[in-house]
């Protein structure tokens, strides 16, 4: 087993006012070569959305773009058609294939929008852009990990789905329980970040918002020791 541990405190950091980002891996005006990407998953930020502000229109294409609300929501506008808010509970996904322009905007006059937005490259290249999002109830799954994102060949109709070999897990966790999480796909790793809470991976403890990288495994187990709130990713370390 091979870990790799990013604390919160390192990540990059921009403070535009309107919008305050944590950046995991290089972004923007943030470059470290040694956090460019983990295996396919290529962005992952934590971002801060003042009342009424957000991001106008912009393009993407030959992307896998996932948005999950922590608090309020995101106004969601794109060059397919599709107008949604995306809140807290439900998670948003966006291939952007050959192309796509959308905008996402803090629809609240009073309160901010916290959000975590997240790109993995796809396996297949310029597919037809595509759209959706679903609401997950984790209090009904307590101390147990929902499958919020599945791959597109391997999806059982109660995830999203996304044209990688990546499952994207999302649970609330009691203090004392012991998880053990296995690998689907061999030759896959792992990137746990932990949104709240205290929790021991394979030895290493993570506080809020630090994460871990870890491959060469077939198991994780994860210890909590606070109640914690944990994105977990399964993702392919190089391109099929």
Same mark, same amino acid.
């Given at each position: !087993?091979?870990?790799? %541990?990013?604390?919160?405190?390192?990540?990059?950091?921009?403070? *535009? &006012?309107?919008?305050?980002?944590?950046?995991?891996?290089?972004?923007?005006?943030?470059?470290?070569?040694?956090?460019?990407?983990?295996? !396919?998953?290529?962005? %992952?930020?934590?971002?801060?959305?003042?009342?009424?502000?957000? *991001? &106008?229109?912009?393009?993407?294409?030959?992307?896998?773009?996932?948005?999950?609300?922590?608090?309020?929501?995101?106004?969601?506008?794109d060059s397919m058609g599709n107008e949604a808010v995306v809140r807290f509970g439900e998670v948003q996904v966006m291939s952007a294939g050959t192309g796509i322009l959308h905008s996402e905007m803090n629809p609240s006059g009073t309160e901010p929008a916290k959000t975590l937005q997240l790109w993995v490259f796809p396996e297949k290249q310029n597919v037809a852009p595509r759209y959706d999002q679903k609401s997950f109830d984790l209090k009904n799954s307590l101390n147990s990990f929902v499958n919020v994102v599945s791959p597109y060949d391997k999806n059982d109709g109660n995830a999203l789905w996304v044209y990688q070999q990546t499952f994207f897990n999302l649970g609330v966790f009691e203090a004392g329980k012991t998880i053990e999480y296995k690998i689907n796909i061999a030759g896959n790793g792992v990137y746990i970040f932990l949104i709240e809470g205290e929790t021991a991976v394979s030895g290493t403890t993570l506080l809020p918002r630090d994460a871990i990288g870890i491959t060469e495994t077939e198991t994780i187990e994860l210890k909590i020791r606070q109640q914690s709130k944990i994105l977990l990713i399964e993702i392919p370390m190089q391109q099929n």
């Open positions: !087993m091979r870990q790799q %541990l990013y604390k919160s405190s390192e990540r990059g950091k921009a403070d *535009f &006012g309107w919008l305050k980002a944590n950046f995991s891996f290089s972004f923007g005006n943030y470059f470290n070569p040694d956090k460019v990407q983990f295996g !396919m998953l290529r962005v %992952l930020n934590d971002d801060t959305i003042a009342a009424g502000m957000g *991001f &106008g229109t912009h393009p993407h294409d030959n992307m896998e773009i996932i948005t999950i609300p922590l608090e309020g929501g995101l106004k969601h506008r």
